[in-house]
């Protein structure tokens, strides 16, 4: 059986908000399904599809984005690179022409209300986020495949063993906090430079800087545009932009042209606790409000969670003189490993896990890497991440609407304040005393998640999902 193999890129990855798992991954799943048709040479017969989306993404499909998503994907567009701007004009224009050019290279007759079905009676039993597209072809045959977005924007294949994915010869195989730990104690480096050999495995040190900065890109701008933008978010809870207003009140109003300008402004308003803590706020809600109005934004490790690390990622540059592209990739690549021992060794999937696997993971990742930026010991930093998730064990994913939106924007902001608390407490404390291992809490967190009932998995069945009276739009 093959180690799965998990980058900084797998981790880390840009696209449109407002959900990893049911918009980037069912994106993802639409195009992998018109490049099948292409490698199977079918895609010029092609005369109509259907879309069945099964279980949590039927059940919170149209709040998170899903159908939208999925249209865009069997229509050819990348979720990198398509216009955010443009997303309303071109899912208006397949509704009501009943046409779509799939692959943006064949025209098929499409209706929005008969071909694309939300099952919500009905899960498959590999994992609640399950889509099924069939191909309906002119010589009278027809193509299905099945597809499952496990979170962070990582899809599966139905019937796909992994053999045909491509091994590379890692120099420290990981799979869990032991792994990891024997590593660093067995050559003396830093987590963060033992992610960095094992991505040499996969392209040059360069390439892989290059790559993570540009990550800081998007990360910077979508912070920067959440915290200047007012309004309300799309959705019909009507809910109020706050990371603006409270930009304003914090630092006035003046206007700054650029992200350094204004981050040197922010730095000019002091460092007192207040202060700090309205900002990781600031931080945290900018980006979670661009992720609930489809803007662009990067997993880290979902959507529903993107605010965290970068609010984290924030305080260190602001309060903590951070600001250094070395410090910047320590920090990614460290954040990175943390993910992927979570998702190998139990969930980073809300309909798999609840919001333990999504807002607790993206706590975990941010408090080990501003301890490791901040000179934490490997131990050190492995503590700050088992504080940080123990902190999260069983929460729920109740999404009031099914949007992304209400309770899970705040939460990024709680996530943000536990990480740094988290990191603060485990430079504090000598790690030989320790009581709960980094593992013993991946472990715990998978058989919680095993234990939690489906209404508090990303289903909007429970909690405050059903106790707070709304009245949404028909879509």
């Known amino acids: ?66 159908d939208i998503a999925i249209l865009l994907g069997l229509s050819g567009d990348d979720p990198v690179t398509f216009d955010v701007n443009h997303i309303d004009f071109k899912v208006d224009n397949i509704k009501s022409t009943q046409k779509m050019q799939l692959g943006g290279l064949q025209d098929i007759t499409f209706s929005y209300d008969d071909d694309l079905l939300f099952l919500f009676a009905e899960s498959l039993p590999f994992h609640p986020n399950a889509v099924t597209f069939q191909a309906f072809l002119s010589n009278g045959k027809a193509v299905s495949e099945t597809y499952y977005s496990i979170g962070g924007g990582f899809v599966v294949k139905e019937g796909d063993d992994g053999q045909g994915k491509t091994e590379v010869d890692l120099p420290f195989a990981i799979d869990t906090a032991g792994d990891l730990l024997h590593w660093v104690r067995k050559t003396g480096l830093k987590i963060s430079d033992v992610v960095m050999e094992n991505e040499l495995a996969w392209r040059s040190e360069q390439e892989t800087c290059s790559g993570v900065l540009n990550i800081f890109r998007v990360l910077k701008e979508c912070i920067y545009r959440g915290s200047h933008t007012k309004g309300f978010l799309p959705g019909g809870l009507n809910v109020a932009r706050r990371a603006n207003n409270l930009n304003k009140r914090l630092i006035g109003d003046a206007a700054y042209t650029n992200f350094d300008e204004w981050i ?11 202060n700090t803590l309205d900002w990781v706020s600031c931080f945290a809600l900018a980006v979670n409000e661009e992720n609930a109005s489809f803007g662009r934004v990067v997993t880290a490790p979902t959507n529903g969670a993107a605010g965290v690390i970068p609010a984290v990622l924030m305080y260190l540059i602001v309060f903590c003189e951070g600001y250094t592209d070395d410090q910047v990739i320590k920090f990614m690549l460290t954040a990175s490993e943390i993910g992927s021992i979570f998702k190998k060794g139990a969930t980073i999937s809300a309909a798999m896990g609840g919001c333990q696997a999504e807002i607790g993971v993206s706590s975990a990742m941010a408090a080990a890497a501003l301890t490791e930026s901040l000179g934490g010991s490997q131990r050190q930093v492995l503590m700050a991440a088992e504080i940080a998730m123990e902190h999260h064990l069983g929460m729920t994913c109740d999404p009031i609407g099914g949007l992304v939106q209400v309770p899970c924007i705040e939460r990024n902001t709680m996530g943000a304040i536990k990480a740094i608390t988290a990191s603060q407490l485990a ?36 909690g405050l999902a059903i106790n707070i009276p709304i009245s949404l739009p028909e879509c």
């Open 427 to 462: 430079l504090q404390t000598n790690p030989e005393n320790a009581k709960v291992s980094l593992d013993a809490v991946v472990k715990t967190m998978w058989q919680t998640a095993q234990d939690m009932n489906s209404k508090y998995k990303e289903t909007a069945d429970g």
């Open 1 to 66: 059986m093959q180690r799965e193999q998990i980058s900084v890129f797998d981790m880390f990855k840009i696209g449109i908000g407002p959900s990893s798992s049911h918009t980037l991954g069912p994106w993802r799943a639409a195009q992998a399904f018109v490049q099948t048709l292409q490698q199977r040479d079918v895609l010029p017969l092609v005369t109509e599809v259907k879309i069945l989306l099964y279980g949590s993404l039927a059940k919170t499909g149209k709040g998170h984005g899903t």
């Open 264 to 274: 040197a402004a922010i730095r000019n308003t002091g460092n007192g606790f207040k």
